[in-house]
């Protein structure tokens, strides 16, 4: 760090008072050092960083820190404040404050200014230095590496006890292994992983990620695997093939808590490993490792752990919908509606004609959609107790197709499958039979325990109330079905890609498998509620430019395309910085939105698409007035709502300049 900080970049008697105050007076250090080329800029960036995720650490510690295009080179001022500022530490306000800023393009500069920083801060007598040093120069000096600290002797055994810990910790770092994942795979599962890493390099843990979600994943070396000390799982889906981790102990928690807390997920890691705690895996994926008090599975409570088994069909789920229902919306563009009732193209197809390519992707997207109800079914079980709980998770859902209980049944038999394969592993069994428990004895007794549920017991119930609810869609006008698009747009706009979302996303592509005029009103509803938020944000950060920082107005114009694609998750960005003022804003706009769609009588074919599938799309100009007014409601609320929150004299920029991004 030998040119990173010099004198200048030092204030000792920081008088700051707020977070924002002490990065605004490190700032200005590096602008008059010719470090950063526009102030305001760059304090935009830092904002929108410390917004996402405070930077406070224990021990009385603030790293502000981002990567900003404003900044000519990577640089580090450090401030020492006698009140104490709070950085959202645990412990409270951090008296040590160090503004880290890398260029835009320095992913590898910033990581290195940030780990090494980081590593030295954990060394009390660095920190202790720090805090009683009076000469700015010695104090760069300190920061850069140049001087060691002097710190008071040590007893005799504390220091041999120091020592032998320090070359253990040399010898044998601690290593942990994580997986991360939520729904859709593009936001939060790398955001976890991101956190965890950064929270790891400040411990001196070498850690590992390996992020799944419905894109893929590339799995963890086994030789990793088998080398760490523990397991931390951030999930909102299950984690495939948890069989690898077995044997180890395992922290087990939603996704969110990977970002806002990681570094307690690593304490909770290296105390169960102290403690010799292993997970209830088995190592063969089969069930409970022995002396262990069951399967292992989401932690925390019932609903916490329903909303995990169900996202894990759900996210299962989506690739076929998204095939299938694109196919037959494409086929439907080509032969029209009719073409649904097509002969089989394996006997009559001719190159030439167009009705014969309509009618084959239509039967091909046709036989993608008959997977929904045992795929979603399949992969609840799976989610709840692993491999072996596919056969009869699949067999129940396939059941469900067969006694028309539909989408309602598949999400019940998942549920009992996935219990009695829990209850069929908590058997305990002679070890000479644990090779052919899950491949062979458990997908038998389960599959046979789930048909005889399905057929006999619950299938009958299931598929009236399936029926009933149809006929209600179908029933539905006036002021009934307006209701239903509020509820509907609020939900999907309301995490924006999380459960609530998927949950009605996953409702409206369900009456899909059997369409009906209620269904398919269901489902224009629910996608052109789920479009309002990214274009709402997209054009608010065009109408009030200064109302939004650097970086949002980035985003913003990636956001007419997500927006309009139906991909909700572009505005995220913008929720996580503000939440208090972008939800709220959102949710009225989306609920208008599914609200005027139903009450326009507006039907949708296609599962997905956005203004890419408008042709297919009953009503279309009122269809796409709809969604107009939401985004108007939702832009219009957001932009009151923030602008409310600039008082004169609170140095907010101007309306045409950039702004701090504030947390709400």
Partial sequence: MSELITAELVDLDLSAETKSEAARSLAERMVSAGRVTDLDGFLADVAAREAQMPTGLDGG??????????????TLAFGRSRRGIDFGAAD?????????????GADDDHLTILSSLARRLMDPGFTDALRAEADPAVAAALVRGE?????????????????????????????????????????????????????????????????????????????????????IWAHDVDVREKGRFGGKPVVDTGVKAGINRPAELIAEARAKAERGEISGIAEDGAGPAEGTGGPSGPSGHFGVRLRTYLMSGVSYMVPFVAAGGLLIALSFAIGGYEIA????????FVWGESASWAALLNQIGTAAFGFLVPVLAGYIAYGMADRPALVPGFVGGAIALTIDAGFLGGLVAGLLAGAAVMAIQRVK????????MPVLVIPLLASIAVGFLMFIVVGKPIASLQNALTDWLNGLSGSNAVILGVVLGLMMCFDMGGPLNKVAYAFAVGGLADPTPGSLKVMAAVMAAGMVPPLAMALATTLRRGLFTRTERENGRAAWVLGASFITEGAIPFAAADPLRVIPSVMAG?????????????????????????????????????????????????????????????GAPADDGPAVAVAA
């Fill in 61 to 74: 510690i603030g790293i502000p820190h981002c990567r900003s295009e404003h900044v000519a080179a990577p």
């Fill in 92 to 104: 409270g306000p951090a008296d040590l404050v160090f503004l880290i800023a890398a260029p835009a």
């Fill in 147 to 231: 001087e060691a600290p002097a710190t008071a002797p040590e007893p005799a055994e504390a220091a041999t006890e120091k020592t032998a810990t320090a070359e253990r910790t040399a010898a044998k770092p601690f290593r942990i292994v994580a997986v991360t994942s939520c729904p859709t795979g593009i936001a939060h599962t790398y955001m976890a992983a991101e956190s965890l890493e950064a929270a790891a390099r400040a411990q001196g843990v070498v850690l590992d990620v390996e992020t799944q979600g419905s894109a893929g994943f590339e799995r963890l070396d086994p030789a990793v695997i088998a080398a760490a000390d523990a397991v």
């Fill in 341 to 348: 009732g097509a002969k089989s193209v394996a006997d009559h």
């Fill in 429 to 436: 069994v002679h070890p000479t039979l644990r090779g052919i």
């Fill in 590 to 650: 989306g609920a208008v939105t599914g609200a005027l769609s139903m009450a326009f009588g507006c039907t949708l074919r296609a599962p997905h698409g956005g203004v890419f599938v408008v042709p297919l799309i009953g009503e279309p100009f009122l269809y796409l007035l709809a969604i107009a007014v939401g985004t108007a409601v939702s832009t219009a609320l957001v932009v009151v709502l923030k602008g409310m929150r600039r008082t004169p004299g609170s």
